[in-house]
C-alpha cells in the first residue's frame, strides 16, 4: 500500500560554510542592530575566536552577555534577558554549541513575551514574536543552528523540555570547521553520537516509500560511520568539514520530511541529563540500544535496510545491526549503560520513569507504539 507524503519545508537560514568563513561574519550582520553577543563558559576567549568577533563587532552597538551552561538553564538565562531590555538589543549573535545557539532562541522569544517565560518552554504560550539571530557554530553536533528548536532546563524543577517555532530559525549560521580545532575528544565524540541518533530517529522507523528521505538519512549515516571510524583523522580539515555538514544535514529538516519519526531516544535522554546531569550525546547512547532492542519487531524492515547501506552489511538480522550500533558507540568510548557513565544509583529506574511520568502519559515512538510498560523495560534495561 502506498502512503502519502506531505509537507511543508522552508528552511530559512543563510548558511555560509567552510574553513576560514568566519570572516564572512561583518557581511551577514544587520547594519544598524543593537547586538547582544551570546556565549558559553569562556572556551572562545581560550581559542581566538572572541578576538576576530571583537574586530568584526567593531563599529556595531553590541554588549556581551558570557556564561551560558551546557543544558541551558532559565535561571542563568534569566539575567542575559534582564541585560536586553535593559540595553535594549534587538538582534542576538549566539557564539557557541546547541547550548548557546538554544539559550538565544529562548531569549529571542521571552524579549517579545510579557508574562513568565517558561510558559514558551512549556508550550502554554505560543512563540508569537522574537528577535532576529545569528549563530557562529563552535561545535558540530545539535543541528540548532540551522533549525526552530530549543531545549531549554530550569534547574529548580528538573526539568528540560524543547519548544519549537519556525519564528526561532536563525536568520544565518557560519560554520566554519576551523573552529572545531579546540573541541575535547569528547566533545567530538558526543557531537558523532548525536548526529547519529538525530538521523536515525527519523529513518529508523518502517517504510513508507520515501526515497529521496530514506537516502539524504543513509548518506548522512554513512558518513558518520565513516567518521568515527577515522576517530583519529579528527585533526584534519577533511574530518572536521565532513563532520560539521553531517551534524548539520541530520537535523536541519529535510530527511524528516513528510516520514514517520521516533525520537523516544531524545525524550527518554532528556531525563537522564535532567537527574543525572550526564552530555546530551551520552543519554542517547545509553536509551537508543535497549530502545532498538525492544521495538525491534517493529523496526526489523527499517534494521535490516540500515545494516545494507550503512554498515554495509547486506543480509545480517535486525538485532546484528543494533550490535553494529553499540560497537560503533564503544569505539568512540561513549556509555551504553547508566553504569558506563558513572551513575550508580539502584533507583534509577524508579527515579527515571518517575519523571517521565510527571509530563504526562507516556507514549513514545512511531505512531506511539511504546507504552508505559515497554518504556519500563527499556528503562530497566539500561539502569
Ligand atoms: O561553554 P563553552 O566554554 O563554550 O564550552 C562548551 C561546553 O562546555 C564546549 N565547547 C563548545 N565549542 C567549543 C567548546 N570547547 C572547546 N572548543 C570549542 N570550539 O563544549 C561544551 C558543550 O557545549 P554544548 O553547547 O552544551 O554542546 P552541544 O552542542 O552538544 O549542545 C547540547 C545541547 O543542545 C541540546 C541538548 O539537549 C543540549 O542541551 N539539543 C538541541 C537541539 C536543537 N536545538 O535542535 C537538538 C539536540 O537533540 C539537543 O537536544
Ligand atoms: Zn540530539
Known amino acids: 500500500m502506498t502512503t502519502a507524503i506531505r509537507f511543508d519545508h522552508h528552511n530559512a537560514t543563510r548558511i555560509c560554510f567552510g574553513a576560514g568563513r568566519l570572516s564572512a561574519l561583518g557581511g551577514l550582520l544587520p547594519e544598524h542592530a543593537r547586538i547582544l553577543l551570546l556565549y558559553g563558559g569562556g572556551s572562545i576567549k581560550r581559542n581566538g575566536i572572541y578576538e576576530q568577533l571583537c574586530q568584526t563587532l567593531a563599529g556595531h552597538d553590541w554588549n556581551e552577555f558570557g556564561g551560558v551552561t551546557p543544558n541551558p538553564a532559565v535561571e542563568v538565562l534569566n539575567d542575559a534577558l534582564t541585560q536586553i531590555r535593559a540595553t535594549r538589543r534587538d538582534f542576538i549573535l549566539a557564539v557557541g554549541g546547541g547550548s548557546v545557539i538554544d539559550g538565544a532562541k529562548y531569549l529571542a522569544a521571552a524579549a517579545h513575551y510579557d508574562g513568565d517565560s517558561w510558559d514558551l518552554v512549556s508550550s502554554k504560550a505560543p512563540v508569537a ?118 551534524a548539520n544535514q541530520a ?28 552530555d546530551h550525546g551520552r543519554t542517547l547512547s545509553i536509551v537508543q540500544p535497549a530502545l532498538l532492542r525492544e521495538a525491534v519487531a517493529e523496526k526489523a524492515a527499517k534494521l535490516r535496510q540500515m545494516g545494507e547501506r550503512v554498515f554495509d552489511a547486506p543480509g545480517s538480522v535486525p538485532e546484528q545491526v543494533i550490535e553494529r550500533m553499540v560497537q560503533l558507540y564503544r569505539q568512540l568510548d561513549m556509555p551504553v549503560t547508566l553504569a558506563d557513565a558513572g551513575v550508580a544509583d539502584a533507583d534509577a529506574a524508579n527515579q527515571v520513569m518517575d519523571l517521565l511520568r510527571r509530563d504526562g502519559a507516556i507514549r513514545l515512538g512511531e505512531n506511539g507504539i511504546l507504552d508505559e510498560g515497554r518504556v519500563a523495560r527499556i528503562v530497566r534495561a539500561f539502569c
Open 251 to 278: 537535523l536541519s529538516g529535510s530527511i524528516g520530511l513528510g516520514v514517520p519519526q521516533d525520537w523516544a531516544t531524545h525524550r527518554i535522554g532528556r531525563v537522564l541529563t535532567a537527574l543525572y546531569g550526564i
Open 129 to 246: 514574536a522574537a528577535l532576529p539571530m545569528g549563530v557562529v557554530l563552535t561545535l558540530a553536533a545539535t543541528g540548532s543552528e540551522a533549525n526552530g528548536t530549543a531545549v531549554i532546563s530550569r534547574l529548580s524543577s528538573q526539568d528540560k523540555l524543547t519548544f519549537r517555532s519556525p519564528l526561532l530559525q536563525p536568520r544565518f549560521a557560519v560554520l566554519d570547521p576551523d573552529t572545531l580545532g579546540t573541541l575535547p575528544d569528547r566533545q567530538l565524540a558526543n557531537g558523532v553520537v548525536d548526529a547519529f541518533v538525530h538521523a536515525s530517529e527519523q529513518y529508523l522507523t518502517y517504510p513508507v516509500g520515501a526515497l529521496v528521505q530514506d537516502g539524504c538519512a543513509e548518506a548522512v549515516l554513512r558518513a558518520l560511520r565513516q567518521l568515527a571510524q577515522r576517530f583519529d583523522e579528527r585533526h584534519a580539515l577533511d574530518w572536521r568539514q565532513n563532520m560539521m555538514w553531517a
